[in-house]
């Protein structure tokens, strides 16, 4: 059993469907839990606490940790494989085929990208909250202001207040809508679970689920933004 | 019509290759490609030139010898037909046209546009069979298959073993060819019987001799000349995963 995950080709597929399926998951549960910060700061406050440095949520970042580094590696040695089959001389003249996306056939630069941003989000975040708590901390000083490690509203405040973190983060979801544009049917394909009759269907359901994570997402972004821009006046004081 | 032909020539499997310009002339639009290709090379051994060695056996679509990739297509511009089927009024007249040879680390060139596909054959060989016989008609017809299973059979067996999935494929899967000869065998209770031990044995060949890792770009299925669908994919996924679960 173990073996056949890790050194035949369907088997390391399955593992990717599998942790690919997992992060989607995720993301919807992550992204719902975000556009409660548009609603009411208050709310995400107490998420951020509930979801500190005790063990369900740590139990929560060590799996989530697991699934990104498996299919980061996975990704990693399926990708190697498949330049080397395709050999050393390649093709003078290249087409794009008819109905083939551009997504599916850059999946590892995409997922590199995503890494970054990944990388680039738990500086931001994650290093200032659940790390702090875990050091034994009570906050970190952001920009010149302490922020507490459970007071997320403000530090996703600050964080958007700044342009370039705006244009960072839309670049990052960009590449995460196309890599799960093409991801989420690829898993049901990856599985078995699809024929000529799905294949619409799955893939305008791919569309449709990439489209929701990825503008849930870009709503927190943009709505701290823009109200950060117009100062806070008094139309939306109350709600922010 | 006349054309300006950039062909890929290479003298043996050992040395290095390179593209050489040819001009013909003259070609009436039904010519069939290869057969250009043979007026070519009446031409060249007229001028006391090697002709360019190309496969084929056929010439009517059902063999799956005439690779050559043209104009970044496997099989030419035209859809769902083999290189023989392919004729030159499907090309603008003064046209230039690039012929490669597969590329693919599991088909070596052995000279100018001929590549060694007998990894397919290999693959075929692990388990792409019945070891029963089915004896003759009234035998196999004793046996009643829903019309739906024998027409995605039938599909499936289509597939002629040309190669050009691979050769297409990005990251030189044979996923589409392997596909194609489980999911014609399974579909059939003659097939059914050792329709997992045919999956593992076919997919452990494939790994083996260094085809890639499928990642459902669907170009296969876009140059295959037999239209076989990915939905074959799917069964062998299927096929395979619950053949390995069941272990
Ligand atoms: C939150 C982040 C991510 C999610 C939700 C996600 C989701 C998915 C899904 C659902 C698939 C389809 C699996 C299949 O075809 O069976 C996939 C494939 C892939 N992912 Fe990710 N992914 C993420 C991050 C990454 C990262 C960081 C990389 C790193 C390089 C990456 C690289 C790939 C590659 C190369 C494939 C294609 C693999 C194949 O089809 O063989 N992904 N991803
Ligand atoms: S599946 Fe299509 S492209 Fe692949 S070998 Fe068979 S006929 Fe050729
Ligand atoms: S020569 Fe037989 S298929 Fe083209």
């Known amino acids: 059993m173990s073996c056949f995950l890790c050194n035949s080709s369907l088997g390391k597929k399955l593992v990717m469907s599998v942790t690919g399926c997992c992060l989607v998951l995720f993301l919807l549960f992550h992204m719902s839990m975000n556009l409660v910060a548009i609603i009411s700061p208050e709310g995400y406050n107490m998420i951020c606490e509930f979801l500190g440095a005790n063990w369900y949520a740590l139990a929560g970042t060590v799996g989530l940790a697991v699934l990104v580094v498996l299919h980061f590696v996975y990704a990693l040695i399926l990708t190697l494989n498949n330049y080397r089959a395709r050999g050393t001389q390649r093709y003078a003249v290249t087409v794009n085929e008819p109905g083939v996306e551009w997504a599916s056939k850059n999946m590892l630069v995409l997922g590199v990208i995503v890494v970054l941003g990944l990388l680039l989000h738990l500086i931001n975040f994650w290093s200032k909250m659940q790390l702090v708590e875990i050091m034994g901390g009570e906050g970190s000083t952001v920009g010149g202001y302490f922020i507490s490690a459970h007071d997320g509203a403000t530090l996703v405040a600050y964080t958007f207040s700044q342009w370039y973190y705006v244009v960072l983060y839309i670049i990052w979801l960009g590449a995460l809508w196309l890599h799960l544009t093409h991801g989420i049917w690829s898993m049901f394909q990856t599985v078995g679970w699809a024929n000529d009759t799905w294949y619409p269907r799955l893939k305008c359901i791919s569309n449709i689920f990439a489209t929701i994570i990825v503008l849930g997402f870009m709503a927190v972004v943009l709505v701290y933004f823009v109200y950060n821009l117009c100062g806070g006046c008094s139309a939306c004081a109350g709600s922010l | 019509m006349n054309f300006k032909l950039k062909i890929w020539r290479q003298k043996d499997a050992k040395s290095k290759g390179a593209f050489e310009t040819y001009h013909v002339e003259g070609i009436s639009p039904d010519t069939s490609f290869l057969e250009m290709m043979d007026i070519l090379n009446n031409n060249l051994v007229h001028e006391g030139k090697e002709p360019v060695a190309f496969d084929h056996d056929c010439r009517e679509g059902i063999c799956g010898m005439c690779s050559m990739h043209i104009n970044g297509h496997a099989h030419g511009p035209e859809q769902a037909v083999t290189t ?30 001929v590549v060694n596909r007998s990894a397919y054959d290999q693959i075929l060989q692990a388990g792409g069979f019945i070891s029963v016989r089915t004896n003759s008609v009234p035998d196999g017809n004793a046996i009643p298959i829903p019309k739906a299973d024998a027409d995605e059979s039938m599909d499936a067996a289509a597939c002629i073993g040309c190669g050009a999935c691979a050769a297409t494929c990005k990251n030189g899967s044979a996923m589409l060819f392997v596909a194609a000869r489980v999911s014609s065998l399974a579909k059939l209770p003659q097939g059914r019987v050792e329709g997992a031990r045919r999956a593992k044995a076919m997919v452990a060949k494939m ?41």
């Not at chain 2, 603008?92 to 546009?113: C, H, N, Q, Y």
């Not at chain 2, 260094?210 to 299927?238: D, M, V, Y």
Request: positive net charge; glycine residues 6%.
């Open chain 2, 84 to 113: 023989c089927q392919l004729y030159m009024r499907k090309f603008k007249d003064g046209a230039t046209i690039t012929i490669e040879p597969w590329r693919s680390a599991a088909f070596p060139v052995i000279k100018d546009l």
């Open chain 2, 207 to 247: 790994d083996e001799l260094g085809f890639g890792n499928c990642t459902n770009t669907g170009a296969c299925q876009a140059e295959c000349p037999k239209s076989i669908s990915i939905t074959h994919i799917a069964r062998l996924n299927r096929e395979f995963l619950s053949a390995k679960f069941k272990d």
